[in-house]
Each structure stands twice: as C-alpha cells, then as structure tokens.
C-alpha cells in the first residue's frame, strides 16, 4: 500500500503546475491547431516528466529512462535537429528563388530581430551564451534554435524550444498588425512585376552543391546547418532519387518530429521551466519576431528610396523564415488592400531566402560564439 501511495506523496506543486502547462500546448495543438505535430507531443512530454519518481525506480527522463536515452542521443549529440534538416530540405523548393535573387536581401533583412533581442536579453541579465541561443528564436525556425539552444544555452533549452515553435503557429497573429503600423495603405497597394523565368535542372542541381561547398569554405561550422539541408534539397532536385525524396519528406520528417517533439517536453522539468526567467524568453520570442518583421518592412522601404520599380514593403516581412505561413499572410494581407493584387510568388521567393538568411545567422552565432567573438 505504501508503494502505490508514494507516487501521491511526492506529488509537488510543481508537477501539478506543469501538467497545466503540458495541458494547455495540447489545447493549442489540438483545439487551436497551433504547430500540432510538435506542441502535442511537447506537451505530454512535459506531463511524463513531471510525473512523481519513486526512489529506486528510474524516472521515464532520467538517464536510464527511455526519453533520457532518446535526450542523450537525439539532442545532446545534435542528430535530430540534423535529420530534421534533411527532411526541410528535401521539402523546400529554391526555385522562386533562383527567379528572383535580388529576395535574399529580404531573407537577410528579416533575421534583424535575433540581434535586437540578444541584445535585450543581455540587457536582461541573461549571460552571453544564453543570451544568443534566446535572440536564434527569431530565426523563426525551429531546428535551428534547437541546434542552437542545446549547445550553448542547455538549462534554458526547453523554453527557447516551446517558444520558437509556438511563435512560428502565431506569425498570422504577429505579422499583420506589425505591417500595419509600418505601412501605409497605399504601400501596401503596390504591385510588383513577375517574370516567369524558365530554371534549368542543371541550376537546382548544382545550387545547394555549390552553396554547401561556399558555405563550408567561409563558415566550416555552418557545414551540419547548410550541408543536411542542401543534401535534402539536391535529394528532391537531382530526379533520381524520388523515393528517397518522399522518404525524407514524410516518413523521416514525421518520425523525426515525433521523436524531438516528445524529447523537448521531457526537457520541461518543473523546477527549472517554471521560472521567472522562462516567462522572460517567451517574451523575448514574441520581441524577436516583433522586430524580424519590422527589419524586413523597413528594408523594402528604404529599397524604394532608390529604385524605379517599388518593392511592396509587405514582402520584406516575408523573409522569415516561417514557411509557407508568412508567405500567405503577405499574399491575404495584400488581397484585403487590393482583390487583384498578386504577390504570392514574390512573399514566397522571400521566404525562401529566409530559410537560408535563418540558417546563415544560426551559423554566425554558433562561429563567434565557440570563437570567443562576441
């Protein structure tokens, strides 16, 4: 009777206070569609963790436990977010990219917001690892923050995690008002001309070859960032390999994601996610993707000040790298101005471009801090 009254006993507040937390990202996924394939398993990851240890009896995270095990050999050994890569990759296609380069600009613009809250995150008290593992939030994507926050910002790890994803569900929330205040309704009216350029398959093939080889030489560090979603690019591009294409697409990706949602929650101890400062990364989150979105309105601006042909300012927000999500937003925002307006393929060739731009500051960070440069 006492063994199966101990789990009661050891009962804490905090455990009960993180079966609401677990509880709520499962009413986001479910009820809200807020991300589900990650905050679902997220959450009840976080209600496994949290459940009473019986001394003698190894928790289901702890080392030995089995989420501990998929822990040590999925995130602390950076496979997961890898294969994630991989998967992205194989998913994505650069070629509306390779129509209209000049978006990459957008693609840079857009990761504004990751310096921005570094710098408030310093500003904070939070130390300088931590500090820039909370600013890749705004990367908008979340491999990245993942590959980002386990190497250097460990003990803050899940709620950089829970707050990069979720904020990626809420970009239609976060992106309109934003562009609303920074715009004004007839710039938000421009149009924009597309050409339909023909891309050969010889240039998607040799695209992500030479930019893993440019990357590795000028970044050697970003070569597991770049290199895994190039491969999954040249995976899809190179025609013969369409099997592996779909593999990596469905089959790798779901069960990545599945694995990494599930392990994130089991990361969610009650006594270091329910923290003072975990309130303090969510809303640095929601300030990295805060200002991510002004940089890119603000860049197109000040475009327009020298060029004929007028960028509508809402594009540059769709350099981040939420896709395809910020890339509708642009194109519904644009129609609610104008019925007959049509930016869909110029939204989404930027937010292409932020795929890369995310994944580009993901590797500055990770370079200068391992050098010491910041």
């Known amino acids: 009777m006492e063994q199966l009254t101990m789990g009661i006993k050891n009962l804490t507040l905090g455990n009960l206070g993180m079966f609401i937390v677990g509880g709520f990202l499962i009413y986001l996924a479910i009820k809200k569609d807020f991300e589900p394939m990650l905050l679902?398993?997220?959450?009840?990851?976080?209600?496994?963790?949290?459940?009473?240890?019986?001394?003698?009896?190894?928790g289901i995270s702890s080392p030995e436990g089995v989420l501990g095990i998929l822990k040590d050999?999925?995130?602390t050994t950076e496979?997961?977010?890898?294969?994630?890569?991989?998967?992205?990759?194989?998913?994505?296609d650069f070629e509306p990219l390779l129509k209209m380069p000049s978006m990459l600009f957008f693609g840079a613009a857009a990761q504004f917001g990751i310096f921005m809250t570094l710098l408030f995150a310093l500003i904070l008290g939070f130390d300088i690892n931590d500090a820039a593992a909370i600013g890749i939030i705004g990367a908008a994507d979340g491999p990245?923050?993942?590959?980002?926050?386990?190497?250097?910002?460990?003990?803050?790890?899940?709620?950089?995690?829970?707050?990069?994803?979720?904020?990626?569900?809420?970009?239609?929330?976060?992106?309109?008002?934003?562009?609303?205040?920074l715009t004004t309704k007839e710039e938000r009216k421009i149009r924009m001309e597309y050409r339909d350029v023909k891309i050969s398959k010889m240039v998607k093939?040799?695209?992500?070859?030479?930019?893993?080889?440019?990357?590795?030489?000028?970044?050697?560090?970003?070569?597991?960032?770049?290199?895994?979603?190039?491969?999954?690019?040249?995976?899809?591009?190179?025609?013969?390999?369409?099997?592996?294409?779909?593999?990596?697409?469905?089959e790798l990706a779901n069960l990545v994601t599945l694995l990494l949602g599930i392990t994130i929650g089991s990361t969610m101890?009650?006594?270091?996610?329910?923290?003072?400062?975990?309130?303090?990364?969510?809303g640095l989150g929601l300030v990295a993707f805060v200002f991510d979105t002004a940089g890119g309105v603000l860049f197109a601006k000040f475009l327009n000040l020298f060029v004929k042909k007028k960028y509508n300012p809402m594009v540059g927000a769709a350099g981040i790298s939420a896709f395809p999500m910020s890339a509708r937003v642009i194109?519904?925002?644009?129609?609610?101005?104008?019925?007959?307006?049509?930016?869909?393929?110029?939204?989404?060739?930027?937010?292409?471009?932020?795929?890369?731009?995310s994944i580009i500051a993901g590797s500055v960070i990770v370079a200068l801090l391992s050098q010491g440069g910041f």
């Not at 679902?40 to 190894?58: C, D, M, R, S, Y």
């Not at 496979?79 to 991989?86: D, K, N, R, T, Y």
């Open 205 to 250: 093939i040799l695209f992500p070859i030479l930019v893993t080889i440019v990357a590795g030489i000028i970044a050697p560090i970003s070569v597991t960032l770049v290199g895994l979603l190039m491969f999954g690019n040249l995976i899809r591009e190179c025609g013969v390999l369409e099997r592996l294409s779909k593999s990596a697409q469905n």
């Open 269 to 282: 101890y009650a006594e270091e996610f329910l923290k003072p400062q975990t309130l303090m990364i969510l």
């Open 40 to 58: 679902l398993p997220i959450g009840f990851g976080a209600i496994l963790t949290n459940l009473p240890v019986i001394e003698g009896i190894p």
């Open 331 to 357: 194109q519904k925002l644009a129609k609610e101005e104008d019925p007959t307006n049509f930016v869909l393929m110029q939204a989404v060739s930027a937010n292409v471009a932020g795929q890369i731009g």
């Open 144 to 181: 990245t923050s993942i590959f980002v926050a386990s190497r250097f910002s460990p003990k803050y790890f899940a709620a950089i995690s829970v707050a990069a994803y979720s904020y990626m569900a809420l970009v239609p929330l976060i992106q309109p008002p934003v562009i609303k205040l």
């Open 73 to 75: 050999a999925g995130i």
């Open 79 to 92: 496979l997961f977010p890898a294969l994630i890569f991989i998967a992205v990759g194989a998913m994505i």
